[in-house]
């Protein structure tokens, strides 16, 4: 009598448990205890290749890194690359949306092609620019030549310039995919309704279209922002971080410490450092995105 | 505000005629209700007029002056759409006072008609509230408040009502009159509820497939309409519409009803002698309140058969047959009747139509 809804209830209790083991041990195995190890790891002074045991050395790795003024150079660099790709993606997605907002003969052809970059792999991203950039037959550098009347050498010259003309070119566009959703969501009514409350375009633009749109481009700045800091593979395969380290952002910087110099404790450090700055991005977004 | 006048309206969207050749005159400070079902063209119609949409013929005017070419802030409208049309970044207040921001010279005055308007509409209490805070029937006042506060040409009512709850649509409905005689302006109010319209309006102006069928007071539509299908859209419960066929015995008129021959009044004889002999082939329009039901044989009654009955609460609709004959009646809830049972039902002359099923015309 007792002992029936005990055993059901209990399987009942059990089952879901059972059902969500499978994913919680892959993310337990594949990602947090990696984690965790790389966690220990960045305490250690550790080189893959030399296969000696790792040396504890406390939070030397930390320390040292945070006072490298070669680290601190990368990490304004870094901010620069997605403070002006962010800015420029951001207005340029801004008007693109404004533009695809209308309607016009050719309007779904033209978002499929606006819309491509997307689509295409960062490598190829990365390699097809190289040759575009080319200083001798690089179409880039030839209308850089129209334009200034002499030879420019974009890529030695103005190595920042083309990564973030690279990335505003493949990333403009989901920029304008997340604007467009937000201006195709705003009531028809509600733009008729300023039509007749005779509000000017600016107050139009203010009290409509900015309050829908505002939590969409919220969370474009966000998407953009986190995966400018970690991008990794368009500009080491434009530029490899040269010429010097001209364009050695942070992530690149980790992958040559880590592979390059073997530095593996270092890296495993200065990964996690960058794992703070980009969490502490996330939660500045997400608050103000909030706030409203 | 304007006296309105559509002249020769036609509006086509692409293969469908939405408006066709409508010509109506609005005069000022009249309650004029556009009122027809989904798809007759009320809502294109209002669009053309507030300069939402352009005509694809014909004009409108507003008093004498031709608006067809002017965008609805140059014909200063006041609009109200059906679902409320709120700025969210802004109070109640402010919402309010935005759209009469270009008319007043004065904090003081803006103040004042905001106040005005919002006691008028009883929401008062909300005017620092925001967007969120407050609920649909709230915001659907606030959306009307924002629309009689200004001093505009011609106020629009997009189907205001119709996102409303019973409760809330049935206390909005009744201050409408009350909202009008305060604002004093010209206003259109669109819905495809009769009872709506019915209650509301000076004039009504029925559409139906694009085509204006009849402009007139609620009294007029309802006691003479023009056609059959405005006979059917207005009142509730439904108009009975019955075969019948019409004959002069003795210089009397005589309506074939059910199995019976029912006399008719006077007036009826002229409208038969203009058919010229086609009397056959004629429906005969009655309201289920214009027919009442007795018990016993009376003089100039149609026996029927009891067919079936609906309690409507204080009053029964009952189906009656008699023969090929069946139509519904209106009556009290006290009456003692059973399904089955043989009654006697009388028409009531005076509301009495004979209607032409091909041309749809209503003869008298």
């Not at chain 1, 009347?149 to 989901?174: E, K, T």
């Not at chain 1, 997400?286 to 409203?292: H, I, K, P, S, V």
């Not at chain 2, 709120?86 to 008609?113: C, F, G, H, T, W």
């Not at chain 2, 009883?122 to 005017?127: G, N």
Request: aromatic share 12%.
């Amino acid at each position: 009598m007792t002992s029936q809804p005990d055993t059901g209830s209990r399987i009942l209790k059990i089952f879901p448990i059972i059902l969500i083991f499978p994913a919680v041990a892959l993310v337990v195995f594949l990602v947090i205890f990696p984690l965790i190890w790389a966690l220990g790891l960045s305490f250690y002074s550790y080189n893959v290749l030399r296969g000696e045991p790792p040396i504890f050395v406390g939070v030397e790795n930390y320390y040292r890194l945070l006072n490298s003024l070669d680290v601190w150079r990368r990490f304004v660099l870094t901010g620069q690359f997605v403070f002006y790709s962010v800015s420029i993606e951001f207005l340029l997605g801004f008007g693109l949306a404004h533009l695809f907002y209308n309607q016009f003969r050719g309007r779904r052809l033209a978002i499929t092609l606006v819309t491509t970059p997307l689509l295409v792999a960062p490598v190829a991203v990365g390699i097809f620019h190289r040759y575009l950039f080319d200083a001798t037959f690089g179409i880039y550098s030839y209308i850089a030549q129209l334009l200034t009347g002499q030879s420019v050498r974009i890529l030695s010259q103005h190595p920042m310039f083309a990564i973030v003309f690279m990335d505003v070119w493949q990333w403009s566009p989901f920029m304008m995919l997340f604007i467009l959703a937000g201006l195709e969501a705003i009531p028809k009514h509600m733009l008729e309704s300023s039509e007749i409350d005779r509000l000017s375009p600016l107050a139009k633009f203010r009290y409509i279209v900015w309050p829908t749109i505002k939590p969409l481009v919220a969370l474009a700045l966000l998407f953009r922002t986190m995966d400018a800091f970690r991008t990794f593979d368009t500009i080491f395969t434009l530029t490899g971080g040269g010429p010097g380290t001209a364009t050695e952002v942070l992530s690149i910087q980790i992958y040559r410490t880590a592979f390059q110099f073997f530095r593996t404790g270092e890296a495993t450090a200065l990964a996690f450092i960058f794992l703070v700055i980009i969490l502490l991005l996330t939660n500045i977004y997400l608050r103000l995105a909030r706030r409203e | 505000m304007a006296k309105v006048r559509a002249e020769r309206v036609t509006k086509v969207f692409k293969t469908l005629k939405a408006l066709d050749n409508v010509s109506v005159t609005i005069d000022h400070g009249l309650f004029f209700c556009l009122l027809g079902p989904s798809g007759s063209g009320k809502t294109t119609l209002m669009r053309i007029i507030s300069g939402l949409e352009t005509p694809t013929s014909g004009s409108i005017f507003f008093d004498d002056e031709d608006v067809t070419g002017l965008s609805p802030s140059e014909r200063n409208i006041a609009m109200v759409f059906q679902f409320p049309s709120i700025y969210p970044s802004l109070n109640i207040y402010d919402n309010i006072a935005l759209a009469i921001r270009r008319e007043v010279n004065s904090k003081q005055e803006e103040r004042e008609r905001v106040q005005w308007a919002a006691s008028l509409l009883r929401i008062e209490e909300h005017l620092k509230k925001r967007y969120h805070e407050i609920d649909f029937g709230i915001l659907q006042r606030v959306s009307i408040a924002k629309a009689i506060v200004r001093k505009a040409q011609v106020y629009i009512f997009d189907e205001p009502l119709s996102n409303l709850d019973t409760k809330l649509r049935e206390s909005l409905r009744s201050e409408f009159q009350h909202i009008h005689r305060e604002v004093g302006g010209t206003f259109i109010y669109v819905t495809h509820d009769q009872l709506e319209a019915m209650a509301i309006a000076d004039k009504i102006g029925i559409l139906r497939d694009g085509r204006l069928q009849q402009v007139g007071t609620p009294d007029e539509i309802y006691y003479h309409p023009l056609n059959k299908f405005v006979a059917y859209f207005i009142g509730s419960p439904t108009i009975n519409f019955i075969d019948t066929k019409l004959k002069l015995v003795e210089d009397k008129p005589y309506a074939f009803v059910g199995n019976t021959y029912l006399q008719l009044d006077e007036k009826f004889k002229r409208a038969l002698q203009s058919r010229m002999g086609k009397l056959e082939n004629l429906q005969l329009g009655i309201r289920p309140h214009d027919i009442s039901i007795s018990t016993t044989p009376v003089a100039d009654s149609i026996p029927c058969n009891v067919n079936y009955i609906e309690s409507l609460g204080t009053s029964l609709l009952v189906e009656l047959v008699s023969g090929p004959a069946a139509f519904k009646c209106l009556c009290d809830a006290t009456l003692n009747i059973k399904e089955g049972m043989q009654v006697y039902a009388v028409f009531d002359k005076e509301h009495i139509h004979i209607i032409d099923p091909e041309t749809e015309e209503v003869i008298i």
